[in-house]
């Protein structure tokens, strides 16, 4: 919302002080128009630099990290039965898990039964409470 308000703020700037360079070519005669032409793209351009300066602000990845040696010794979970684990706590349903990690549905339905006798659960949503609660997810 904040880069939305001051994108079209600094557009809106960028058209007044086109106007005001406007009202100065008046006073420069019909002979230098060009200039006040070329004035107001410089203007322009040195806006949209600016803008994409100050709102180019990286954000904060949303992938964490995770120490996969602390996890196996808490659960027994392999790597990739991790990950299939946190796809699950994403809402996705097996077919989508194997499309995002490029392995066969019937892989996941493997690894998802596997997780639940490594965790003890008996569905999808307690296996995911057990990782949170475990605090690997």
């Known amino acids: ?16 002080f086109a106007f005001q360079l406007n009202k100065y070519s ?42 996969y040696n602390k996890i196996s010794n808490k659960t027994n979970l392999s790597k990739q039965e991790h990950k ?7 809402g996705l349903s097996n077919n989508e898990i194997g499309k995002r990690l490029f392995i066969e549905e019937s892989t996941v339905k493997s690894h998802v039964s596997n997780i639940f006798s490594k965790l003890n659960a008996k569905r999808r949503t307690e296996a995911v409470k057990i990782g949170r609660d475990l605090h690997i997810i």
């Open 26 to 67: 008046m006073f420069i005669g019909p002979r230098n128009n060009d200039l006040v032409v070329i004035l107001s793209a410089i203007l322009f351009i040195l806006i949209g630099f600016a803008l994409k300066h100050f709102l180019s602000i990286k954000k904060p990845s949303n992938k964490k990290l995770y120490d």
């Open 84 to 90: 299939v684990l946190v796809l699950m706590a994403e």
């Open 1 to 16: 919302m904040k880069q939305t308000i001051l994108i079209f703020s600094g557009i809106a700037l960028a058209i007044y």
